[in-house]
Each structure stands twice: as C-alpha cells, then as structure tokens.
C-alpha cells in the first residue's frame, strides 16, 4: 500500500505561479514512475506530467515549456512547477504512483483555481 499526499493548490491570479508536492508513503525508488493528472469539472481526468524513476519525463502539450515536474528521492516526493497558469489550468491535480503495470495508487487531489 502507497499512500500519497499532495499539497500546494491554492486561488491564483493568471499568468502567476504554484508549485504542488506529492509525498509518498514509501521511497519513490521503488516506484516505476510518478505522475500529475488533473480533472477540470465536466471533463475527464488527464495526464499533465510524468517522470519515470530513470527521470525521463512526459508533458502533455497544452503545459510543456510552463510546468516542470521532478523527483527528491531523498524526501519521497514529486514535485510540479507551474508557471504563466491560466485560467484552463483551474482543476484538482492528483499524484498518481505506478508500481507496476497493473498497480497504481492515486492521492486524493488538491484543487487549482486561476482566475482571470
């Protein structure tokens, strides 16, 4: 069992910035990769970062060049760098560890607000 824990969400002005945490339960050494996904209202859940435990990273289109995502394995987190947010960035971001191809845990969720 994984427990996860994100933290950072906050009300923000556009064009501002938010960094968000995921802390693991466990080393994130023993994790195959880490990710961030977010669910706007209305809309399906969708893959905003992801870095395997090699460090190899994946963005989806609509955040690369304005989020960055990274590992501390020393402190068991995950980290995602916001920056120039927007208004279609307001949404709850949840962490998500893949153990393996069939074994996953989800954090549960911290909520992102931009305002315009």
């Known amino acids: 069992q994984v427990q996860l824990v994100e933290s950072g969400g906050a009300l923000v002005q556009a064009g501002g910035s938010l960094s968000l945490s995921c802390a693991a339960s466990?080393?994130?050494?023993?994790?195959?990769?880490m990710g961030w996904y977010r669910q706007a209202p209305g809309r399906q859940r969708e893959l905003v970062a992801r870095?395997?435990?090699?460090?190899?990273?994946t963005y989806a289109d609509s955040v690369k060049g304005r989020f960055t995502i990274s590992r501390d394995s020393a402190k068991n987190t995950v980290n995602l760098q916001m920056d120039s947010l927007n208004p279609e960035d307001t949404a709850v971001y949840y962490c998500?560890?893949?153990?393996?191809?069939?074994?996953?845990?989800w954090g549960q969720g911290t909520q992102v607000t931009v305002s315009s």
């Open positions: 870095i395997s435990s090699g460090g190899s990273t």
């Open positions: 466990v080393s994130t050494r023993n994790i195959n990769s």
């Open positions: 998500k560890a893949q153990i393996d191809f069939f074994k996953f845990y």
